[in-house]
């Protein structure tokens, strides 16, 4: 009879719909405790993991339960690529309250994730110098979602922390189409958006997350003119904003339609809104709709989101991709057993 391997448990803090979660929970991890101060994210996180996720702030909670890991993302935008370096932003001090978590339940892994400039920050350093001096083996590294099975390219600072004798980071297993090799054919092609929605309808039916929007007449004109990979400068002159017109600097991805054969770009929480990205469809004109970037962000079609159409969409922007999650809970399977 084959040996029945312990199933692992773990904390996710600062969940928010609870992305990290299952990835996690897909490597047959349990979860048991999770926090954010979003009401809707905890009514989601509660309805597809259990009634364990506290709403509130993380500081006036005491007790938590024993885990063999702790995962999480302290909120960071007061220094996210969207906006300035804000020093005195009270979102820069959370990450104290994620290790208190650590020093009071002594896990043996910890996983921080957050944006990209995390990493060289004085927060990232001292996260890093923090789970240090509690006896971690501790390391990060920017990692792109697309190099896990993910069907955006989406970049996100991973911080392992590991008290097992060894420190694993996740194996790639996929690749950029242009440097992909039959030698190595254990590294797979980047998955794409055909891949992850290509058998939705072109017309949404307003079921579930996949519900059409109305725009007017003028927006789908202006859809109508941006072809595969095209951007807001395929628009004729007659149908450009003048604040393009005059701002002729600027992100070639704003209005921009996404390509079938190629990873999408990251999904933020206003793909709803073709004027923030690349979020056109490749095919249908119209953005992409809610279902569609649940799809790309790598949620499964059975997660269950709540909340108004505004509130699900951050939801879903503000998650890790599944397949990042998962690829990251493997290689702590990996240091436990």
Known sequence: MAAIRKRFTFIDLFSGAGG???????????????????????????????????????SDIENFPKTEVV??????????????????????????????????????CVVVENVPPLLKSDEGKNIIDALSALGYIVDGRILNAADYGSFQKRMRTIIMASKTG????????????????????????????????????????????????????????????????????????????????????????????????????????????????????????RPITHREAARLQGFPDEFIFTGSKTSIARQIGNAIPVQLAQAIARAVKNMLI
């Open 20 to 58: 990290f979660s299952v990835g996690f929970q897909k490597e047959g991890f349990i979860s048991v405790f999770a926090n954010d101060n979003n009401k809707d994210c905890c009514v989601t996180y509660n309805i597809n993991f259990g009634n364990h996720c506290v709403c509130g702030d993380i």
């Open 71 to 108: 995962i999480g993302g302290p909120p960071c935008q007061g220094f996210s690529n969207l906006g300035s370096h804000k020093e005195d932003d009270p979102r820069n001090q959370l990450w104290k309250q994620f290790i208190r978590v650590v020093e009071q339940q002594e896990p043996k």
């Open 166 to 285: 060894k420190l694993i980071f996740p194996l790639q297993t996929h690749i950029d189409p242009e440097k992909y090799s039959e030698i190595t054919p254990e590294i797979q092609k980047w998955r794409t958006v055909r891949e992850a929605i290509g058998d939705l309808p072109l017309e949404p039916t307003d079921d579930d997350l996949h519900f059409r929007r109305n725009p007017t007449s003028k927006s789908i004109e202006r859809y109508k003119h941006i072809p595969p990979g095209g951007n807001r400068w395929d628009l004729p002159i007659e149908l450009m904003p003048d604040c393009w017109i005059r701002k002729t600097s600027g992100g070639t991805d704003l209005f921009g339609r996404l390509w079938w054969d190629r990873p999408s770009v990251t999904i933020r929480t206003e793909f709803f809104k073709p004027e923030k990205g690349r979020y056109l469809h490749p095919e249908a004109n």
